[in-house]
């Protein structure tokens, strides 16, 4: 008895114990994936699966080569909170009244309770806070049957004179274009933590009414983005019961797609079967309009033979295609089974990206290069593109974006001579020949006094890493460091060299005129990577001398430097001296200027050119108008060349 009353005490007699209890759950946060995987004896998945994720975005600051980085295809989970389960409020406890049976009128387990009347402040059984993980299952309410009190007046609503009849509000009367480029900014392509509901907003927006319904529909199924297999599946259901929907598509983007976000070994995978061939081919075969198709290697198994024909042939509108990093050995098989196909001559694909796709052949190139007389962007980044696939490129090109970095079978006469020549690259924007210079010479000194001169006025960014350059050199770079926003500079330069892009000479008398007539540079971005940490002189670069490093140098925004040298200069009082700070992602380091806030607003970054991406140095060229992320974001920003 004595133990009975002890324990009754502890749990009514101390309600602030109970409390704090349950803070402490509800702070708790949702046990994490290694958690789950220690609690249940999980086995990691195998490497071979490729699990390892890198999802990397540009972050939103006041500070240029900022990034975030995660290993899911979005942002960082935010801990859930447990559910909150106090005890129900005791206020309707006085509201209510016991009535025994007749036959038992002093029994207190037989009887029912009745609700107070009215009079008494009883408001109904859906009147009482229910605080817990299920809501009040009294589906009707007493009200409704007249049982204890009178149905109340309900006031009759004025009809506002100024309000619009249903479709004639200002917002409904707007072009659907410009209704369509509003409700675009609503959309959220990439749920917050990977997993969870997004765009809730234009759901509510779809109930709106039937002009805000349409528009909304186009917005949401214009640009469909896949994180993960489940949303796959949701979508390509929604599609096969609802055939308009898929003629909405115009880009189906797997860059953000993670297998791991659900699935933590590829035999889970396998069983789903959410994402196969077969899915993504009757998903092709359910979006007749597509015009952008972005895929990686983390569904390069899916890629058959069929989906690849689908693309090529089946597809009249696809207008853009990336397979970046795609380097299976199905992959590799399906695209050499496809070039025994009767190939049309000409296909209407105008952005093209092989970016690392090392393993597909030369036979590849030489079939597929010579029917894109559309191409403008075109990225050939570390595959076995030959001299004679290049010069195929019909010359009804406009080829603005060009990347042939890492490109070991072509020669540095045969790319000279396409520069110089071929009638595609006379508008080029953005070009990239950049190499590994441990592996790797491309362009030799004589190589570079021939390419130089010939580059058109219209170029942006030039990447010649890994050349063997020498001072000569800056006086051809002079005129284009003018219009260049972007600069990536080979070997054997001194710092010395590099500041002449910057400042007029000073050495002598007949250096007068060329101060007098100097016009000052372009450049927002120079790349220095290609020089060791023991091949840099710092502190000539830091020294009173260099203007490099000066308030004057501007625009000049990011200096690339080898990530070696990151600690050594995030340690230094030197650079936050001169207005710098040092940031780094992956195997990359920058030097970026502080932006002072009394020299204006900061230059965003964002330029046509490089549709979407607003930092400096991108090392892939994108096909698509989008927000950097997912694995793009990891190829372009996080890893070297």
């Not at 009215?118 to 009147?127: L, R, T, V």
Request: aromatic share 6%.
């Amino acid at each position: 008895m004595d133990r009975t009353i002890t324990s009754s005490s502890v749990v009514v007699g101390l309600p602030t114990q109970q409390q704090s209890i349950h803070s402490k759950l509800k702070r708790s946060p949702t046990p994490s994936l290694l958690d789950k995987m220690e609690s249940e004896n999980i086995t990691p998945p195998d490497k071979s699966t490729r699990s390892s994720f890198s999802s990397v975005r540009e972050a939103d600051s006041d500070l240029a080569q900022n990034f975030t980085s995660t290993k899911i295809s979005s942002y960082s989970n935010l801990a859930e909170e447990a559910v909150e389960d106090l005890p129900s409020p005791v206020d309707m406890a006085t509201q209510t009244q016991f009535i025994p049976p007749l036959t038992q009128p002093h029994s207190k387990l037989h009887g029912s309770w009745f609700p107070a009347v009215a009079a008494e402040g009883f408001q109904g059984w859906k009147q009482i806070g229910v605080r817990g993980k299920q809501a009040s299952k009294s589906y009707g309410d007493l009200q409704a049957l007249k049982i204890v009190w009178s149905t109340p007046v309900i006031p009759v609503k004025k009809k506002d004179p100024e309000k619009p009849a249903p479709g004639q509000s200002r917002v409904e009367k707007l072009p659907t274009e410009i209704l369509g480029q509003i409700i675009d900014h609503l959309v959220l392509d990439v749920p917050p933590n990977g997993i969870s509901a997004r765009n809730v907003d234009l759901m509510s927006l779809l109930l709106t009414s039937r002009t805000l319904h349409s528009a909304t529909l186009n917005a949401l199924y214009k640009n469909i983005t896949i994180p993960h297999s489940r949303i796959f599946r949701k979508f390509l259901s929604h599609i096969a019961q609802n055939n308009e929907l898929g003629t909405i598509v115009r880009r189906l983007d797997f860059s953000h797609f993670n297998p791991t976000t659900l699935f933590s070994t590829a035999s889970e995978r396998a069983t789903t079967r959410n994402l196969t061939p077969e899915t993504l081919m009757q998903c092709l075969e359910l979006t007749p309009f597509l015009r952008e198709f972005l895929a990686q290697e983390y569904i390069e198994d899916e890629i058959d033979a069929n989906v690849l024909r689908k693309l090529f042939f089946g597809l009249e509108r696809l207008q853009a295609v990336d397979f970046c990093g795609c380097s299976s050995t199905a992959f590799k098989n399906a695209f050499q089974s496809i070039l025994l196909s009767d190939w049309p001559e000409t296909l209407l694909i105008s952005r093209l990206s092989l970016h690392k796709c090392i393993t597909l052949p030369s036979n590849v190139f030489e079939t597929l290069l010579p029917r894109l007389g559309n191409l403008t962007h075109l990225d050939l980044t570390g595959t076995r593109v030959t001299n004679e696939a290049l010069l195929s490129i019909p010359h009804s090109a406009n080829i603005t974006h060009l990347n042939l970095s890492k490109c070991r079978l072509l020669t540095a006469d045969v790319i000279i001579d396409f520069l110089a020549n071929h009638p595609a690259v006379k508008g080029l924007v953005f070009l990239s020949l950049g190499v590994d210079a441990r592996s790797h010479q491309l362009f030799d000194e004589d190589d570079l006094n021939k390419l130089i001169p010939i580059l058109p006025h219209s170029l942006r960014s030039l990447s010649l890493k890994g050349s063997k350059m020498a001072a000569s050199h800056i006086d051809l770079l002079r005129p284009l460091s003018k219009h260049l926003e972007e600069l990536a500079l080979g070997r054997r330069l001194k710092i010395a060299d590099i500041d002449r892009l910057f400042v007029p000479d000073e050495t002598n008398d007949e250096d007068v005129d060329m101060q007098l007539d100097w016009i000052p540079h372009s450049l927002k971005y120079l790349d220095l990577s290609d020089y060791t940490a023991t091949e840099l002189d710092l502190l000539t670069l830091f020294g009173r001398n260099t203007s490099i490093m000066k308030k004057y140098s501007a625009p000049l925004e990011v200096i690339e430097v080898t990530d070696d040298l990151y600690t050594r200069l995030a340690k230094s009082p030197v650079v936050k001296q001169l207005g710098w700070t040092v940031t780094e992602n992956g195997s990359r380091a920058w030097l970026v200027r502080i932006h002072d806030p009394e020299d204006g607003p900061r230059d965003s970054g964002l330029r046509s050119w490089k549709m979407g991406a607003s930092f400096w140095g991108m090392r892939k060229i994108p096909v698509a108008s989008a927000e950097v992320g997912g694995m793009y974001g990891s190829y372009m920003f996080k890893r070297k060349l």
